[in-house]
């Protein structure tokens, strides 16, 4: 055989015989996994994303971002003042449903809002509104082939003149935990970790997890504020380590996301 024609044998053999495998026995050019799923937050002010950086507020699911990997697209609906009513009159639930794509997560918490009697348009009773919009929320994300899931409000930095925390949540907190029971999602309880936290510090060192601006240092707040809803970049990063250490501890799907649980 000429050497023209042994090559020609050659380069015939590599077009009929199956690609050639990487020392892992995968065939080069093969995909091994899915493309990674989206996470869509939904939520109030406790959660969104704070554009003004000079100021210390931070939402948790802002703060998440930073222990997941850059695989995970985040995607946080999540705005100041909604709540369950009020998120889905404006549009903003709908517009979210039109985007889910098939196993994309969505997580909602809601209920600092939805408490408010004063307030029409955002209060959702929590023996009917809230878990019938909880209820239809999980409907709807499954009908996109999505994956809903469910967080109770994170605790509010209420202590007594004892020195005892209050739990004013704890109503809306449990009416998500048996929606998501007799729905069966994924719950996340931050409610009852947060204040058991909150408790563990104390009033005195829980002060730095949320807003405590001194005067004549902000426009906004010559006199200074003290907020015990809204959360310090150290609250929000101690809540989103929450959130992680359950997807950890439970070995969720989203754990393979995961970069660290330390900042």
Partial sequence: MTK?????????GLLILPVSTQATGIPAGTSTSMPAPRLHLVGDSTMADKTNLNYPERGWGQLLRAFMTPELSIINHAANGRSTL?????GRWQLLVSDLGQGDYVLIQFGHNDQKQDDPARYAAVDSTYPQ????????VRSK???PMLATSICRRSFNDQGKLENNLADYAEAARKVAASEKVELFDLNAQSCADLTRFGAAASQAYFIQVPAGLYQQFPEGKIDNTHLSVQGASWIAQLFVRDLKTRQHPLVQFVWRELL
């Fill in 86 to 90: 009020r998120f889905l009159n404006e």
């Fill in 133 to 140: 919009l909880l209820r239809r929320f999980i409907s709807e």
């Fill in 4 to 12: 023209f024609a042994t090559v020609s044998v050659f380069l015939m």
């Fill in 145 to 147: 082939g999505a994956i």
